[in-house]
């Protein structure tokens, strides 16, 4: 008897060739004596007719079931726990258009609070204490939406700068590390600038100040420094940067400014390493961006951007409508978005204040050095940069690794990240940038 036979003899009578579309589930009918266990759904076309509640929810979630676990995944900085009170402001906040000020002007008005918060935490030079002395910031939808901003203004302002002189303005280029996040490749790409890349080493993966000058010219918009290694979680010397800018500026008679994508460093180190100058108390900084959903402890997905003073961002930049009610003026790329992970970023701060973010980021560090320190132990690891940073370990195996009987051993990173997966642990495995592989 044939395979086909076999099935046949057995399931033949429970088959439906017809996919009969009549039994569609009801209130009561068992969950899973519904038509949906044992038929085909619609994958890649719109639904013909509806179903249960309980019978999509069930779909949807034997279908997420096959991801990975958020909490074991050491690929991402991401916040993956907030406590009980955070996710129902969540759930009660999640309908909330937060570009509707005129409707919402409470949840507007936490979203301004947050802002002038990180521009002090940030040492943004104005005192913000009333509305006109307020620093100009902007939630995003994560801290890529507030690069694009950032550059955006880096942009913007030396094209009305070079127009205002005479001069062309067709040619904007930005310098940056090959060891950038992958957002400053789509905005080079999506607002036609050109990328100089600079290269980064081994035994220091993150940009040095020393290469500026050389890809640097009167039609460099800007510089950026990644305030935390995607690779290695390394901090670029802002400090360093701000001095070669500054001293460009004056022997070129330029203007260069720096944004500072501080994604992940942005909320470690004002707790950690207070007296590290990477923020506004530097001259050239003009704006410092940071996810809310990395180590600002908020679920995805939130970011914050804050510049220096409202003389950082071109008019040109901040549109206003009127067709929700009142003159909403808006300085984004997205428009709306629900309000929800500005209210929990809002609780957080509220929460933790400065001494519970401080503890912490100490107790990430702790965990980080008990981590490398373990790994270094057992003779195999090298870690991957080093100086201050984030609470991360990037390490590689040891070059011309032998086993007991002195053959090689064949085995590389991304084999440890195949076998960390068979215990559900999310390890990612990946090359460094060009020149530092």
């Not at 266990?37 to 249960?52: G, L, Q």
């Not at 409707?103 to 301004?112: A, K, L, N, R, S």
Request: glycine share 8%.
């Amino acid at each position: 008897m044939s395979s086909d036979d076999k099935m046949q003899e057995r399931f033949g009578g429970f088959l439906d060739p017809t996919n009969d579309e009549s039994a569609y589930g009801s209130a009561e009918e068992p969950l899973f004596g519904s038509r949906y266990t044992s038929h085909d759904i619609p994958r890649y076309e719109f639904p013909k007719k509806s179903m249960a509640p309980t019978v999509a929810a069930q779909l949807v979630r034997n279908m997420h079931q096959l991801d990975a676990n958020p909490r074991l995944d050491m690929a991402s900085f991401v916040t993956t726990w907030m406590d009980s009170e955070a996710e129902a402001l969540i759930a009660e906040t999640q309908a909330v258009n937060i570009v509707d000020t005129s409707q919402y002007p409470q949840c507007t008005e936490m979203e301004q609070r947050c802002i002038q918060m990180l521009a002090g935490l940030w040492h943004a030079p104005e005192s913000g204490k009333t509305e006109g002395e307020q620093r100009l910031g902007t939630s995003t939808i994560g801290s890529s939406e507030a690069c694009m901003l950032g550059g955006l203004a880096l942009k913007r302002r030396w094209t009305v700068a070079r127009k205002k002189a005479g001069k062309p303005a067709d040619k904007p280029n930005l310098i940056l590390g090959i060891n950038a996040q992958v957002c400053w490749e789509k905005f080079n790409q999506y607002f036609e600038v050109e990328g100089r890349y600079v290269p980064v080493e081994l035994d220091y993966p993150v940009m040095s100040a020393d290469r500026i000058e050389q890809y640097a010219d009167e039609n460099t918009i800007g510089v950026v420094s990644m305030f935390g290694s995607t690779y290695n979680g390394q901090f670029e010397d802002v400090k360093a940067f701000n001095d070669k800018v500054e001293e460009l500026n004056k022997k070129n008679g330029w203007d260069m400014k720096i944004h500072v994508d501080a994604a992940s460093g942005g909320f470690v180190a004002p707790f950690i390493y207070p007296d590290l100058e990477f923020d506004f108390r530097l001259k050239n900084v003009n704006s410092v961006s940071a996810s809310g959903h990395k180590y600002g402890l908020v679920y995805p997905g939130v970011g914050w951007i804050v510049w220096r003073n409202r003389a950082c961002v071109d008019e040109s930049l901040i549109f206003h409508v009127n067709y929700l009610g009142t003159d909403q003026p808006s300085l984004n790329l997205n428009f709306s978005k629900n309000a929800n992970m500005i209210v929990a970023q809002y609780y957080q701060f509220l929460r933790l204040g400065f001494e519970g973010y401080q503890k912490i980021m100490r107790n990430l560090m702790q965990v980080a050095g008990h981590l490398a320190k373990g790994l270094l132990d057992t003779g195999h690891f090298v870690l991957i940069g080093g100086d201050k940073g984030l609470p991360v370990v990037a390490f590689a195996l040891k070059t011309g690794r032998k086993n007991k009987e002195g053959d090689d051993i064949g085995y590389d990173e991304f084999d440890i990240m195949d076998r960390m997966k068979e215990y559900h642990w999310q390890l990612p495995a990946y090359n460094l940038p060009k020149n530092a592989e």
